[in-house]
């Protein structure tokens, strides 16, 4: 059962006043039973609150190489959050298409995949093999 607007707004108010007998686990560090030296992990491939698919896929790709955070990872994000936002003309959605896909090129850029890992990896295995 979804808690009532009263019981929620009876939370925060609580919660702003230190009393965090109300709080739930996994939103409140403070909140009963939540134990403070177990940080909250959320999957990576989790869709947030309200993310489109679009924009949860490329946060997926950058936080799976480590990007998320750069400059480039965020303005990635910032196109493919205009872009699934519409209203563009057929051109403009082309272009921005273009945009986001070259941005992630950009941000994407030294990360390395899994297959480069096991590129790497047969790499060396010949180089051993082949003694060069
Ligand atoms: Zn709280």
Excluded: W
């Excluded at 309200?50 to 990007?67: N, Q």
């Amino acid at each position: 059962m979804p808690d009532s607007q009263a019981l929620r707004a009876q939370r925060a108010r609580n919660h702003r006043n230190g009393d965090h007998s109300l709080c739930r686990q996994g939103r409140c560090p403070q909140a009963p039973g939540s134990s403070h030296a177990e940080p909250i992990q959320l999957h990576a491939a989790e869709p947030r609150d309200g993310e489109e698919p679009l924009v949860a896929s490329y946060r997926e790709v950058l936080e799976s190489a480590g990007r998320s955070a750069s400059p480039e990872g965020m303005h990635v994000m910032h196109l493919a959050t205009l872009f699934v936002q519409g209203k563009h003309t057929a051109s403009g959605a082309a272009a921005l298409s273009r945009e986001l896909r070259a941005a992630l090129d950009v941000a994407m850029r030294g990360a390395a995949t899994k297959a480069d890992a096991l590129d790497e990896l047969a790499l060396r295995r010949d180089r051993k093999v082949f003694g060069a």
